[in-house]
């Protein structure tokens, strides 16, 4: 069955496991969702760097959904396919004092550019130069357990904020579940990114996508618990091509090493190697991505594998 949430549905800014579902849906289904650009009006196609003043983080991060997904209990994983991404006409990027990966007495001015993307496959930035457009959801999760009025922004076990650009069309992202139903949300899309975030915005746009749910019942995706408390799981990415584990840390070497372990734990379960195969394996061929470093506490880091070394 396919289901809409077209740009006049209700959305959230926080995660909250109260929030009423704006949809159900049983595993197998198809939404066909639309969301404005992260600061959700606050930034126009005609705006000028002063107006980033007029930003404010509590405004930002509309997200469509939350999507119930009928049997999900906690668990389970909820995967995700993604089907379908289209931007909007336009989109910008930015850079705001104080945020960001440098800080803020390196640049003391905003910044904004504002970047066409209708009917185009790249996109100027400036003279000479060419981005290409390699649309993604920047904000794709289920609900934290028990979560209440809980930001955006940073990303957790179940996903959220994460930031990964490699989520493009094709791609399978698979969440542990927390709460009945699941209650996943999507949003902060982004027409173009870097590995990082490093500046705090890709080009953000509207997107218009079209996403299937499905279910893996008691998958119990195995991952160490994170260093700073409980909580055992973490996002998985299967790209048609690769597949990716993340840690999910506020360090950068706790979540990498995260990352691994879990990518350790999904070739001793999945592929049959031995331990120590598998982390060989991960130094050999085995790419560390840090896909989110801007969004204090937690920073997301990826373990990649191409499926291509496996000959069976």
């Known amino acids: 069955m396919e289901h809409e949430l077209g740009r006049s549905a209700p959305t959230h800014k926080r995660w909250d496991a109260t929030i009423a579902p704006a949809v159900r849906v049983q595993p197998g289904d198809v939404v066909h969702f639309a969301t404005r650009e992260v600061s959700d009006g606050a930034i126009t196609r005609h705006s000028t760097a002063p107006d980033l003043a007029g930003v404010v983080l509590e405004d930002?991060?509309?997200?469509?959904?939350?999507?119930?997904?009928?049997?999900?209990?906690?668990?389970?994983?909820?995967?995700?396919?993604?089907?379908?991404?289209?931007?909007?006409?336009?989109?910008?990027?930015?850079?705001?004092?104080?945020?960001?990966?440098?800080?803020?007495?390196?640049?003391?001015?905003p910044y904004l550019r504002i970047l066409e993307l209708r009917d185009r496959t790249t996109t100027p930035l400036c003279d000479g130069v060419e981005?290409?457009?390699?649309?993604?959801?920047?904000?794709?999760?289920?609900?934290?357990?028990?979560?209440?009025?809980?930001?955006?922004?940073?990303?957790?076990?179940?996903?959220?904020?994460?930031?990964?650009?490699?989520?493009?069309?094709?791609?399978?992202?698979?969440?542990?579940?927390?709460?009945?139903?699941?209650?996943f949300s999507a949003?902060?899309?982004?027409?173009?990114?870097?590995?990082?975030?490093?500046?705090?915005?890709?080009?953000?746009?509207?997107?218009?996508?079209?996403?299937?749910?499905?279910?893996?019942?008691?998958?119990?995706?195995?991952?160490?618990?994170?260093?700073r408390g409980?909580?055992?799981?973490?996002?998985?990415?299967?790209?048609?091509?690769?597949?990716?584990?993340?840690?999910?840390?506020?360090?950068?070497?706790?979540?990498?090493?995260?990352?691994?372990?879990a990518m350790i734990e999904h070739l001793v379960t999945q592929r049959g190697l031995t331990r120590e195969d598998a982390y060989v394996l991960c130094s050999l061929a085995g790419d560390l991505k840090i896909t989110e470093v801007v969004d204090a506490p937690n920073w997301m880091v990826g373990c990649y594998m191409p499926d291509a070394v496996f000959t069976r």
């Open 60 to 109: 930002m991060y509309p997200l469509a959904g939350p999507v119930h997904v009928e049997g999900a209990e906690p668990g389970d994983a909820l995967a995700v396919e993604v089907l379908q991404l289209r931007t909007g006409d336009w989109g910008w990027a930015a850079i705001l004092p104080g945020a960001g990966l440098l800080p803020a007495g390196e640049f003391t001015e």
């Open 131 to 183: 981005i290409p457009i390699e649309p993604f959801l920047g904000t794709m999760g289920v609900t934290p357990a028990g979560a209440r009025d809980v930001p955006v922004p940073p990303p957790h076990t179940g996903g959220g904020n994460i930031d990964c650009r490699h989520l493009t069309a094709g791609s399978r992202l698979l969440l542990p579940v927390f709460e009945p139903g699941a209650l």
């Open 187 to 227: 949003g902060d899309a982004h027409a173009a990114q870097g590995d990082g975030e490093v500046a705090i915005t890709g080009i953000e746009c509207d997107m218009a996508f079209s996403l299937r749910f499905d279910l893996i019942k008691d998958a119990r995706i195995p991952a160490p618990q994170m260093s």
């Open 230 to 261: 409980p909580g055992s799981l973490t996002p998985r990415v299967d790209g048609g091509g690769w597949y990716a584990t993340f840690g999910v840390e506020p360090d950068l070497m706790e979540a990498s090493r995260a990352a691994v372990r």
